[in-house]
C-alpha cells in the first residue's frame, strides 16, 4: 500500500493519480515486466551517500544505469557511493527495504532527478511497497518536489 505520507500530499494538493498493483518485484526491469510499464518513465529511486555520509536521492529512469563519475561531477565533485540499505532503511519507516518513492521532500532528503525523466508527461515508481506504483504528471511531480534536475551525461 502506498505510504500515508505519500497519499496525504498527493491527496492534499489534490493531485490525479493512479495507482499500479502488480506482483512482488525487487528489480526496475521485473517491476516494469510485472507492471507492465515501460522502462522509460519507470523512475527508480536511489540513495547516495557523500564522503561525509550525507545521504540523497538520485531519481533516474529504470533503463538508465548510474554513471558516478557524471554524478559526482554534477554534484559539487565530492566522492559518491551507493548507501547501504542498512544505512537508510530508518530514514523511509512506512516504506519496505528498496521500495521508496522519490519524495525526498517527505523523508528530509535532497532529490536530484535525471534530466531524461523530465522529457515525459508522466512519471510511475514504487510507491512504499514492492507491489505497488503510483502513476501521475511529472509537472505536478516538479511543483510537489522541486528536485534538482541532473543533465544527462
Given at each position: 500500500m502506498a505510504t500515508r505520507k505519500l497519499k496525504e500530499l498527493l491527496d492534499?494538493?489534490?493531485i490525479p493519480y493512479e495507482v499500479i498493483r502488480h506482483?512482488?518485484?525487487?528489480?526496475?526491469h521485473e517491476i516494469a515486466q510485472s507492471a507492465h510499464v515501460p522502462g522509460k518513465i519507470l523512475a527508480k529511486t536511489i540513495i547516495v551517500k557523500n564522503s561525509k555520509g550525507q545521504m540523497c536521492m538520485i531519481v533516474m529512469?529504470?533503463?538508465d544505469k548510474i554513471n558516478f563519475q557524471h554524478l559526482e561531477r554534477?554534484?559539487?565533485?565530492?566522492?559518491?557511493?551507493?548507501a547501504t540499505e542498512r544505512e537508510f532503511q530508518d530514514k523511509f519507516p512506512e516504506c519496505e527495504i528498496g521500495a521508496m518513492p522519490p519524495f525526498g521532500n517527505l523523508y528530509n532528503m535532497d532529490v536530484y532527478v535525471d534530466e531524461n525523466l523530465t522529457h515525459d508527461n508522466e512519471l510511475v515508481f514504487n510507491a512504499g511497497s514492492h507491489s505497488e506504483l503510483i502513476r501521475m504528471?511529472?509537472?505536478?511531480y516538479n511543483r510537489l518536489v522541486r528536485p534538482k534536475v541532473l543533465q544527462a551525461a
Amino acid at each position: 500500500m502506498a505510504t500515508r505520507k505519500l497519499k496525504e500530499l498527493l491527496d492534499n494538493e489534490n493531485i490525479p493519480y493512479e495507482v499500479i498493483r502488480h506482483s512482488p518485484a525487487y528489480t526496475a526491469h521485473e517491476i516494469a515486466q510485472s507492471a507492465h510499464v515501460p522502462g522509460k518513465i519507470l523512475a527508480k529511486t536511489i540513495i547516495v551517500k557523500n564522503s561525509k555520509g550525507q545521504m540523497c536521492m538520485i531519481v533516474m529512469s529504470a533503463k538508465d544505469k548510474i554513471n558516478f563519475q557524471h554524478l559526482e561531477r554534477a554534484l559539487s565533485g565530492d566522492h559518491l557511493e551507493l548507501a547501504t540499505e542498512r544505512e537508510f532503511q530508518d530514514k523511509f519507516p512506512e516504506c519496505e527495504i528498496g521500495a521508496m518513492p522519490p519524495f525526498g521532500n517527505l523523508y528530509n532528503m535532497d532529490v536530484y532527478v535525471d534530466e531524461n525523466l523530465t522529457h515525459d508527461n508522466e512519471l510511475v515508481f514504487n510507491a512504499g511497497s514492492h507491489s505497488e506504483l503510483i502513476r501521475m504528471n511529472y509537472q505536478d511531480y516538479n511543483r510537489l518536489v522541486r528536485p534538482k534536475v541532473l543533465q544527462a551525461a
